[in-house]
């Protein structure tokens, strides 16, 4: 079982980037995803879940309006496009696959936004 997430980067305030996590080892379409995101010094907090379809979305209060996650089931992958970032959005960027009562992480995703 495998998650790899990339795209991650130094970005300036205002801009945009794409997370993907390439997923195999197990039925990607049977898994529900996440991304979580982990701040120096801070805990690990949940950015935004899909379900295994990728008929419904949750994201945090923090990212509402400016990230958008979407799965999709034939390429195994599942994507995060964050606009408008923040300074604030700096942080390790994790994927999460959950299901099947079986959970997955990746190893992250290093986020800088700094001007």
């Known amino acids: 079982v495998q998650l790899v997430e990339s795209g991650g980067g130094l970005v300036r305030p205002g801009g945009s980037l794409r997370l993907s996590c390439a997923a195999s080892?197990?039925?990607?379409?049977?898994?529900?995803m996440s991304w979580y995101r982990q701040a120096p010094g801070s805990e690990r907090e949940l950015v935004a879940s899909?379900?295994?379809?990728?008929?419904?979305?949750n994201y945090a209060d923090s990212v509402k309006g400016r990230f958008t996650v979407s799965k999709d089931n034939a390429k195994n992958t599942v994507y995060l496009l964050m606009n408008s970032l923040k300074p604030e959005d700096t942080a390790d960027y994790y994927c999460?696959?959950?299901?099947?009562?079986?959970?997955?992480w990746g190893q992250g995703t290093q986020v800088t936004v700094s001007s």
């Open positions: 899909i379900s295994s379809a990728g008929g419904s979305t």
């Open positions: 080892g197990f039925t990607f379409s049977s898994y529900a």
């Open positions: 999460y696959g959950h299901g099947c009562g079986y959970d997955f």
